[in-house]
């Protein structure tokens, strides 16, 4: 069955969806996703959707969805390179994706993911000192 | 109003709405809609189009290039011979579903469109009509 891939960088998951998903194949994607996450300890997930032509509710809910179940797994998503034209009629559709962090390219989405894994460290640290 | 081009596709499998979509941008491209405007029609048409399948139990797309006055454009029709709508005011709000998505299908999909119009009896089936102008 065909499948978007799931590349690992270190800490982080990389996701571009490159194909005009139909909706099972967005469903598997968010399982893959979940699973990666528990099975590496990846702590960031960035989704590069700059290929993506529309992003429907369905898709939407998707890209929620995966957010939220990764930040319950302690992870933080960030969906990176949504095309203008997209963004335009996701807004008029009703959906300004809450709870999903973006960025407009994948080098922002990094920083993104990198400066809050980098507070949640100096955070901890900071309680272990005041302990 | 005169039709210049018709073609019907079959939404009986999610893999039918991913042509759906393809075949409404590929004949808005045609037409020279604007991206934006592209964008706007195959987003409600995947709406629309997901709806019959998941909602209605199947159906099908009538695609259509239409001319009216000095003016053209692409109509869709998405018919379903599935349970019907019995309160259209209510599904057409935002956050209304009985399904598993966001209750945005009909009622996004119609701030998409120029014109959209919806026909639907309980127990026989649902028809819902949109057109953009270019």
Known sequence: ?131 | MSVLKREVLPLKTSNDVVLARQKVRQWAVELRFSLVDQTKLVTAASELARNALDHGKGGSMTIEVVNVAAKSGLRLIFEDQGPGIPDIELALKDGFTSGSGMGLGLGGSKRLVNEFSIETEVGKGTKVTVARWR
């Open chain 1, 1 to 131: 069955m065909e499948r978007i891939s799931v590349l690992r960088m270190g800490t982080l998951l990389l996701i571009t969806i490159q194909v005009d998903m139909h909706d099972k194949l967005a469903m598997q994607l968010q399982d893959d996703v979940t699973q990666r996450i528990s099975e590496w300890g990846s702590t960031g997930v960035l989704i590069d959707i700059s290929s993506l032509e529309i992003v429907d509710s369905f898709i939407g809910r998707m890209l929620a969805n995966i957010a939220a179940m990764s930040r319950v797994l302690g992870a933080e998503t960030v969906v990176v390179g949504m095309q203008p034209a997209v963004a335009i009629t996701l807004v008029e559709l009703g959906m300004s994706l809450p709870g999903v962090r973006t960025a407009l390219s994948v080098e922002a989405g990094m920083e993104l993911l990198f400066g809050s894994a980098a507070a949640t460290n100096s955070g901890s640290s900071d309680e272990r000192t005041q302990a």
